[in-house]
C-alpha cells in the first residue's frame, strides 16, 4: 500500500526544538519531490519547504528565517523537518505530501498535530 505517515507531532514549550518524520510505505522516497506543509485552524495550507528526487532543497517562507530545515535519509526512507525556535503561531496539522506546492494528485499522509503552548 502507497502511504505517507507522519509522526513527531505533540505539545512543546515556546522556543523549543522539534523533528517532524515522514514515513513512506509502498515506494522510495528519493523517486519523489517531498514537501512539507501545515494548516492551522481557520488557515489555508502553507507549503514550508520541499526536497526533489535529486536533492535540491527548496525553502519556503518561515523556512528562511532559518527555523525550518527538511532532509532526508534515503537509508530510512523517511523525509524530516527539523523546526527550531517554536513559536505559539507555529502551532498547526503538519502534513507531508508529494509535491512542493501541494497541486492535484498529490499524495498526503495523515497529518501530526504540533502544539505550541507555555
Known amino acids: 500500500q502507497v502511504q505517507l505517515v507522519e509522526s513527531g507531532g505533540g505539545l512543546v514549550r515556546p522556543g523549543t526544538s522539534l523533528r517532524l518524520v515522514c514515513a513512506a510505505s509502498?515506494?522510495?522516497?528519493?523517486?519523489?519531490?517531498i514537501g512539507w506543509f501545515r494548516q492551522a485552524p481557520g488557515k489555508e495550507r502553507q507549503g514550508l519547504a520541499c526536497?526533489?528526487?535529486?536533492?535540491?532543497?527548496?525553502d519556503f517562507a518561515d523556512s528562511r528565517n532559518d527555523r525550518f530545515h527538511i532532509s532526508r535519509d534515503d537509508v530510512e526512507n523517511e523525509v524530516y523537518l527539523d523546526m527550531s525556535g517554536l513559536r505559539p503561531e507555529d502551532t498547526a496539522v503538519y502534513y507531508c505530501?508529494?509535491?512542493?506546492?501541494?497541486?492535484?494528485?498529490?499524495?498526503w499522509g495523515q497529518g501530526t498535530q504540533v502544539t505550541v503552548s507555555s
Open positions: 505530501g508529494t509535491s512542493c506546492h501541494g497541486t492535484p494528485g498529490t499524495l
Open positions: 526536497i526533489s528526487s535529486r536533492n535540491p532543497v527548496i
Open positions: 509502498g515506494f522510495r522516497l528519493e523517486t519523489k519531490t
